[in-house]
């Protein structure tokens, strides 16, 4: 009789431990582990919430992966894959192509604002590096949709966007630092040396 009841309270403590496999981690960089040392190496994963979403990749070679998410919308595949990938979730997709398979290092908690409209107000430059992502010069975001934002180098080169739903914008266009910034003709000052305008606009900046 002991040994049943201390058999039950193992096995009523075991399903209190969340369970590796297929529905653990939603929204955690999957590859950090999956890197082939620390469990078993795969090539893109990621979350998206929502199951029974399709989301389809398509590598450098035109090879098509086609996952589907699951209950806590996780996806992933250990399929080879030439990178960088063609992403789209839905069939919505994302505008740049990504270098790195690990969804959610970028989409932190799983995202539905993959895109243009992601992220807004955070430092858009650390993962718009050229290895996890397109490279950005600089991007950043106001605090409404379709201000004018003016980005003038050193060299005299303008670079003139206009920010989207969210206020968000970005440019991949070359730029010699420092750059002159104005939005809606206000010039900020001093002259920046650093692209990601939201590492010093936190929350993106002001608007209306």
Same mark, same amino acid.
């Given at each position: 009789?002991?040994?049943?009841? !201390? @058999? $039950?309270?193992? !096995?009523? @403590? ?11 981690? $939603? ?20 979350? =998206? ?6 989301? *389809? ?6 090879? /098509? ?9 996780? =996806? &992933?595949?250990?399929?080879?894959? @030439? =990178? ?15 270098? &790195? ?10 995202? /539905? ?17 050229? /290895? ?17 934002? !003016? ?10 966007? *206009? ?6 914008? &970005? /440019?991949?266009?070359?730029?010699? =630092? ?10 900020? $000052? ?19």
């Amino acid at each position: 009789m002991r040994r049943a009841a !201390a @058999a $039950a309270l193992l !096995a009523g @403590a075991a399903a209190c431990i969340p369970e590796f496999g297929p529905l653990m981690a $939603a929204g955690q960089d999957c590859l950090g582990c999956h890197d082939g040392d620390g469990a078993r190496r795969w090539t893109a994963a990621g979350t =998206f919430p929502g199951r029974g979403r399709t989301v *389809v990749l398509v590598d450098a070679n035109g090879k /098509t992966i086609t996952l589907e998410t699951n209950q806590v919308g996780n =996806f &992933y595949t250990a399929e080879p894959l @030439a =990178f960088p990938l063609r992403v789209s979730v839905g069939g919505a997709s994302m505008p740049d192509a990504v270098t &790195y398979g690990g969804c959610n290092l970028c989409h932190g908690s799983g995202g /539905t604002d993959a895109g243009p409209l992601m992220a807004p107000g955070q430092d858009c430059l650390p993962c718009h590096d050229g /290895t996890r992502a397109q490279r950005w010069t600089a991007a950043g975001t106001w605090g409404r949709q379709g201000a004018t934002v !003016a980005l003038q180098d050193s060299g005299g080169k303008t670079v003139t966007l *206009v920010t989207n739903q969210v206020g968000n914008f &970005y /440019t991949a266009e070359a730029l010699a =630092f420092p750059l002159r910034v104005s939005v809606d003709g206000q010039q900020m $000052a001093p002259d920046v040396t650093y692209g990601g305008c939201n590492r010093c606009h936190g929350g993106g900046g002001g608007g209306d």
